[in-house]
């Protein structure tokens, strides 16, 4: 078997119907199979509900977080590669052949990783939100010691090398793809970037939405960078004033909302992401558990 999807699920029943009804367009069944890992849904996924057409299975667990989730659904593999993707994404058709013909290529210890895109476009949150991480990407580069990753929800690894360096950090629920694609680096890992294979996330933000989602992003990026700094595996390799001059751009460009709107998103994406760093710290002075 080619392929093992790992999908790591909580309390989202329709979206995860959708994403596993995506998945097998324009491939054969007999390459891959489906792996759902149920993290604490109530009710429980029911395998039933998804028929036999589908090499579909599900794993229930406890709620860990979607790194233990994923790590969960990998011990549990059977494909020569692991592909992840999460439960409120589809996949466009032809995802799976495009990663196969990159997989035959590429070294196993290479991970691949493809393009993730909106659903709804006419959501300026999401927009705005989506600038930060394809700009720091954009600036860097992939290879051995630049701090590049891959989303875990559209991320390939072989299985072997994947168990062997341990999988995602289960200690985070928050950055585990950004810290796994760190590790990688580190044990001579390598990234290739697969064209046309691509991936719909499907949540959509409101403001709310918008702010805990970048206080979040702090949060994981102060656990980040505390591990990467103690291990000293990657630079950033870019500078900081050009960094943000670029998202400044690439926010004025968006043909969403009204100028001044897409400037307050800016301040508070900054403002967000510093209390989320802060609110760390502070568990961190304080002694307070993960």
């Known amino acids: 078997?080619?392929?093992?999807?790992?999908?790591?699920?909580?309390?989202?029943?329709?979206?995860?119907?959708?994403?596993?009804?995506?998945?097998?367009?324009?491939?054969?069944?007999?390459?891959?199979e489906i792996i759902v890992v149920d993290d604490g849904s109530e009710p429980p996924v029911d395998l039933r509900e998804y028929g036999e057409a589908t090499k579909l299975s599900v794993v229930h667990q406890a709620n860990t977080g979607p790194a233990g989730a994923r790590n969960s659904g990998a011990w549990r593999a059977s494909g020569k590669y692991l592909v992840f993707i999460d439960d409120d994404c589809s996949a466009m058709e032809g995802w799976l052949a495009?990663?196969?013909?990159?997989?035959?290529?590429?070294?196993?210890k290479t991970?691949?990783?493809?393009?993730?895109?909106?659903?709804?476009?006419?959501?300026?949150?999401s927009e705005v939100s989506e600038v930060f991480i394809r700009v720091i990407l954009d600036f860097q580069q992939a290879r051995q010691g630049n701090f590049y990753f891959f989303r875990a929800t559209n991320l390939v690894a072989a299985?072997?090398?994947?168990?062997?360096?341990?999988?995602?950090?289960?200690?985070?629920?928050?950055?585990?793809d950004r810290e796994?694609?760190?590790?990688?680096?580190?044990?001579?890992?390598?990234?290739?970037?697969?064209?046309?294979a691509i991936v719909i996330h499907?949540?959509?933000?409101?403001?709310?939405g918008f702010l805990q989602r970048h206080f979040a992003y702090g949060r994981g990026a102060y656990r980040f960078h505390r591990i990467r700094a103690r291990r000293n595996s990657s630079r950033h390799g870019l500078s900081s004033l050009a960094?943000?001059?670029?998202?400044?751009?690439?926010?004025?460009?968006l043909k969403r909302g009204s100028l001044p709107v897409r400037i307050l998103l800016l301040v508070l994406w900054q403002a967000a992401n510093l209390a989320g760093i802060?609110?760390?710290?502070g568990r961190d002075i304080t002694g307070a558990t993960q």
């Open 1 to 32: 078997m080619m392929f093992s999807v790992v999908i790591p699920t909580h309390n989202r029943p329709e979206m995860l119907r959708k994403c596993v009804e995506s998945l097998g367009r324009g491939y054969p069944q007999e390459c891959y």
């Open 98 to 108: 495009k990663l196969e013909v990159a997989c035959l290529t590429a070294s196993p």
């Open 111 to 125: 991970i691949l990783g493809g393009e993730l895109r909106n659903a709804d476009t006419e959501n300026l949150y």
């Open 159 to 176: 299985r072997e090398e994947f168990l062997r360096i341990g999988g995602f950090d289960e200690h985070l629920r928050i950055s585990e």
């Open 180 to 196: 796994f694609c760190d590790r990688w680096q580190s044990s001579c890992g390598e990234f290739q970037y697969v064209a046309g």
């Open 202 to 208: 499907h949540g959509g933000l409101t403001m709310r």
């Open 243 to 253: 960094y943000y001059l670029r998202v400044f751009r690439e926010v004025v460009r």
């Open 278 to 281: 802060i609110y760390e710290m």
